[in-house]
């Protein structure tokens, strides 16, 4: 069968090979890979070195955003041949710490986690693999290829359960959401607000193409400075990673408003920055920051929920191109109106 190959850092090994089939050890569950989604942690392990093969190898399968068919699993498993299905990217450390054994390994305390695609296993960028069926989420059938956004949806479902675990600490009647940023985790983070009922503004500097009216087609607002906000936000998903941006929005906060950072920074950027003044608008505004990073099996379920009753015809807007697996490496090109890249992988 064919896969995506890489040796990480060195992006002039990305190509197609002919691969075993993949090994049991893998888990029960047989699928057909169809689709994977390109996100930006595919590009720095192609082109910066970022990520660990497995055990052993200088190449790796890469992608962990996938998309498959089943083609055999147990009879036990709850799935059956012809579902649709996601799977699941990391796995708990063999341990396992507390974390873990609580399947909440996307809070692992010791690091010793494997990922599918990123840490210590190859992906799903093949035309076939397996999974544990406990690692693969069944998809409504309606979806179809839609369903390769399980995953970055995957990251906006646990950022907003985490806000609502926090928003317990006291009375909360949240109306205003701020979304910085209109990729991929953004127009998904402002999709889940919309379907919340809560105002939405999203932020990008893009000024024309598909973005401004796609956000505006969610019944919300776009702006291309934080002067425009119609007002303070009482939540802010932030999916840019730009220090600056960061604590420019921290200031601008309601009273007693959460923000979840799910952008990473790049590079070693300096700025200058009023620490004290930000201290003091957390302080006595009751401010909660904090960072989210990949999704536990709740998190998975809310997401696949959260696609089966959006708008298909809205969600075919945040695909806005399709490479051929055949011509799998351009896809970490990014062009100007890329929003989420997949490869095919039967074409």
């Known amino acids: 069968m064919k896969a995506c190959m890489v040796a990480p850092g060195d992006i002039s090994s990305a190509q197609v090979e002919e691969i075993d089939e993949p090994s049991?050890?893998?888990?029960?569950?047989?699928?057909e890979g169809?689709?994977?989604?390109?996100?930006?942690?595919d590009i720095e392990i192609s082109k910066e070195g970022y990520g660990q093969p497995p055990a052993g190898h200088k190449r790796m399968v890469l992608f962990h955003e996938s998309l498959g068919r089943v083609l055999e699993a147990p009879a036990d498993s709850g799935l059956a041949a012809g579902d649709l299905v996601a799977g699941v990217v990391r796995r708990p450390d063999p341990q396992p710490c507390g974390a873990c054994a609580q399947?909440?390994?996307d809070f692992c305390r010791n690091g010793q986690f494997t990922e599918r695609g990123i840490k210590g296993q190859d992906g799903y960028g093949s035309q076939r693999w397996r999974v544990a069926p406990k690692f693969a989420i069944k998809l409504d059938a309606s979806l179809g290829h839609l369903g390769v956004l399980l995953e970055p949806t995957s990251v906006v479902a646990k950022a907003w359960d985490q806000t609502d675990r926090i928003a317990q600490r006291a009375f909360w009647a949240p109306e205003h959401v701020l979304v910085t940023g209109a990729g991929p985790i953004g127009m998904l983070g402002a999709l889940l607000a919309r379907q919340?009922?809560?105002?939405?503004?999203?932020?990008?500097?893009?000024?024309?193409?598909?973005k401004p009216a796609m956000v505006r087609e969610l019944g919300a607002n776009y702006i291309t400075s934080l002067d425009d906000m119609p007002a303070p936000p009482d939540v802010v998903?932030?999916?840019?990673g730009i220090g600056a941006l960061v604590f420019d929005v921290i200031g601008r906060c309601a009273p007693n408003a959460i923000v979840c950072l799910?952008?990473?920074?790049?590079?070693?950027?300096g700025i200058e920055l009023a620490a004290d003044a930000i201290n003091k608008e957390m302080v006595l505004e009751n401010e909660v920051v904090f960072g989210s990073v990949n999704a536990g099996l709740r998190n998975y379920q809310q997401a696949a929920e959260a696609l089966a009753k959006a708008d298909k015809g809205w969600l075919e807007q945040v695909i806005t191109r399709r490479v051929p697996l055949d011509q799998w490496?351009?896809?970490?090109?990014r062009q100007p109106d890329d929003i989420k890249v997949v490869v095919d992988l039967q074409a």
């Open 24 to 31: 049991l050890d893998d888990g029960d569950v047989l699928v």
């Open 34 to 41: 169809l689709f994977v989604g390109v996100c930006g942690t």
């Open 103 to 105: 399947d909440q390994w």
């Open 196 to 210: 919340r009922g809560l105002e939405v503004t999203v932020l990008d500097r893009v000024t024309e193409g598909a």
């Open 237 to 240: 998903i932030e999916a840019t």
């Open 262 to 269: 799910t952008g990473i920074s790049s590079g070693t950027r």
């Open 329 to 333: 490496p351009t896809a970490l090109d």
